[in-house]
Nanobody, 124 residues
Framework: EVQLQASGGGLVQAGGSLRLSCAAP????????IGWFRQAPGKEREGVSC????????HYAESVKGRFTISRDNTKSAAYLQMSSLEPEDTGVYFC?????????????????WGQGTQVTVSS
């Protein structure tokens, strides 16, 4: 069983920044697509960003384009989500997920393994 650990969440004011990390000790990220998702209270879990494993191509939800940046460090089996210009609408629990293979998708059902989530709260 893959154990993903998401961290880096917290409380921040609107306009602020946070950097989320996703680690999978003992698991090879190298061959996996990685996705970040979030779930606000009372809402469905939605895709935020993902990154391919083969060419490093990235994809973003329209609502976060230009504000969030996803990256990966295969040598550390880790992925990151740099979030800037945060808005109250970005509040939610953020999850990382992995799927063996090359191309990522912002689809919840695509991923095999999920982390436990980290809370992000943006105050106005």
């Amino acid at each position: 069983e893959v154990q993903l650990q998401a961290s880096g969440g917290g409380l921040v004011q609107a306009g602020g920044s946070l950097r989320l990390s996703c680690a999978a000790p003992g698991f090879e990220f190298r061959d996996s697509a990685i996705g970040w998702f979030r779930q606000a209270p009372g809402k469905e879990r939605e895709g935020v960003s993902c990154i391919n494993n083969n060419d490093g191509s990235t994809h973003y939800a329209e609502s976060v384009k230009g504000r969030f940046t996803i990256s990966r460090d295969n040598t550390k089996s880790a992925a990151y989500l740099q979030m800037s210009s945060l808005e109250p609408e970005d509040t939610g629990v953020y999850f990382c997920a992995v799927k063996y293979g090359a191309t990522c998708y912002l689809a919840r059902g695509f991923y095999d393994h999920w982390g436990q989530g980290t809370q992000v709260t943006v105050s106005s």
